[in-house]
Each structure stands twice: as C-alpha cells, then as structure tokens.
C-alpha cells in the first residue's frame, strides 16, 4: 500500500505533531522561567509537559491507525486517475469546426479525416478548417488528395493568413440534400 505524502495541513501530519509538542515544552519552560526555581515547580512543569506530549503522540497514532480503509480507498483512486486508456477503445473527441492533425499519427490521418467530415457534415456543419501544418507539405497533399475523393466536399482552399494559411485548408462541405455517405 502506498503512503500518501503528509502535509503540514494535513491533521495526520507528523509536523503538526512535533510542532505541538515544541509548543508544550516552550510553554512549560517559559512558566518555569517566569516563576522562579525551585524544585517543586520544576518537577510539576516537567511531568505536566511530558503527560502534554505523550498524549499528542498517542492522540495522533489512533489518527493514523484508525483510516487505513480510507487511505487504501484514496490511493485505489489516484490509481485509476493515472491508468491510462485503453488502446482497443475509440477515443471521442468534440465536434468542432476546426481540427489539427498534428495530434494523430500519419497512417491514422486519411481515416480521421474522412470520419470527421461525415461527423461535422450530419452536425450541420458547411465549413471546416483542417490543421495539417506547414512542414514539407506531405500531410498537406495527403489531406488534399483525399478532400478532392471525398462525395461531402464541394471545395476547398488554403486557409487565410489569420486562420493558419497554408498550414490550414478550409473546406466547405455540400448541403444536405447532395449527401451521399459510406
């Protein structure tokens, strides 16, 4: 089981706890200080702080004992916060007018594409920008290629200075009723 990483805020803390007992011996030395010597005073400071900080001690190891359900729960669910996806399952991204290619691999491009004209095309979608980036122009002639196949596009262009240019391609796509889908 993994620990979890105290905090100084944190009520399990162990510097909450050397901190209190520091503030009990301070206090006790202080009041001896203040009240002058002797050895009965001394005596009672000494034991009353000691009793101080051995209930602290006790106190703050029922703490940490009585939540180890809670602090295995905790740390099953940071586990599964960090599990990373399953290969096997399709990621679902948001429908929007815009989407950059650079996030998926080369092979994967001419099929994400094609599927997201279909997705934005049934959402009512008439204008889209592909990000492919500038590069070399590979992923560019690629997506074009495939943008001049495709039966929902009617045309499309290098994307204005202010929207990418030619690292972005815009495409309009035809109405609804020249749809021919897969």
């Known amino acids: 089981m993994a620990r979890r990483k105290a905090s100084w805020r944190s009520p399990r803390s162990p510097w909450l706890v050397v901190g209190l007992v520091v503030w009990i011996w301070v206090i ?31 106190l703050w190891r029922r703490m940490e004992r009585s939540r180890p359900q809670q602090r295995a729960q905790e740390s099953e669910e940071g586990r599964e ?3 990373e996806p399953d290969p096997e399952q399709p990621v679902t991204l948001p429908l ?15 099929e994400v594409v094609r599927e997201y004209l279909f997705a934005v095309h049934s959402a009512g979608h008439r204008e889209v920008r592909l990000i492919h980036g500038r590069g070399t122009g590979l992923q560019r002639e690629r997506v074009r290629s495939l943008l001049a196949q495709h039966p929902l596009v009617a045309a499309f262009h290098d994307a204005p200075p202010s929207r990418g240019g030619w690292g972005a391609t815009i495409v309009y796509l035809k109405d ?3 749809r021919s889908g897969p």
């Open 28 to 58: 006790a030395l202080r009041a001896i200080r203040a009240w002058g010597p002797g050895p009965e005073k001394l005596l009672v400071w000494l034991v009353t702080a000691g009793v101080l900080t051995l209930a602290v001690v006790v």
């Open 96 to 110: 929007e007018d815009a989407l950059d290619l650079h996030t998926f691999h080369p092979k994967e491009v001419p």
């Open 81 to 83: 916060s960090l599990a």
């Open 176 to 178: 609804e009723g020249s």
